[in-house]
């Protein structure tokens, strides 16, 4: 059983930023990131492969988040900039055991965070 500990959520305005960190307690193959605003399903943010080699974002965060791990602290980054107030959400870290690619890597996730809230203001 893998442990996943989000950290770095916050109130932040309009245009500003934020860097989530999700630290997992064991080797995990593709980490990614999901958000779940008020009233809506859980969506797809992006997702990063072991090697860093493939990351992969959802349209409506692309050009502004950055997905990054770092496999020597085993934690990887979601670094959010030129945030909107429609990017509040609380945010989840997730994980999978097994390699994935393209829409594969949206899907099928075997370990999830407890979430953390993202607010921003307009």
């Known amino acids: 059983q893998v442990q996943l500990v989000e950290s770095g959520g916050g109130l932040v305005q309009a245009g500003g930023s934020l860097r989530l960190s999700c630290a997992p307690s064991?080797?995990?193959?593709?980490m990614g990131w999901f958000r779940q605003a008020p009233g809506k399903e859980r969506e797809f943010v992006t997702a990063i492969t072991r090697s860093a080699f493939s990351t992969y974002y959802a349209d409506s965060v692309k050009g502004r988040f950055t997905v990054s791990r770092d496999n020597a602290k085993n934690t990887v980054y979601l670094q959010m900039n030129s945030l909107k107030p429609e990017d509040t959400a609380i945010y989840y870290c997730?994980?999978?055991?097994?390699?994935?690619?393209?829409?594969?890597?949206?899907?099928?996730?075997?370990?999830w965070g407890q979430g953390t809230q993202v607010t921003v203001s307009s």
């Open positions: 997730a994980a999978k055991k097994e390699y994935c690619s393209g829409s594969g890597c949206q899907t099928g996730y075997d370990y």
């Open positions: 064991g080797r995990t193959f593709v």
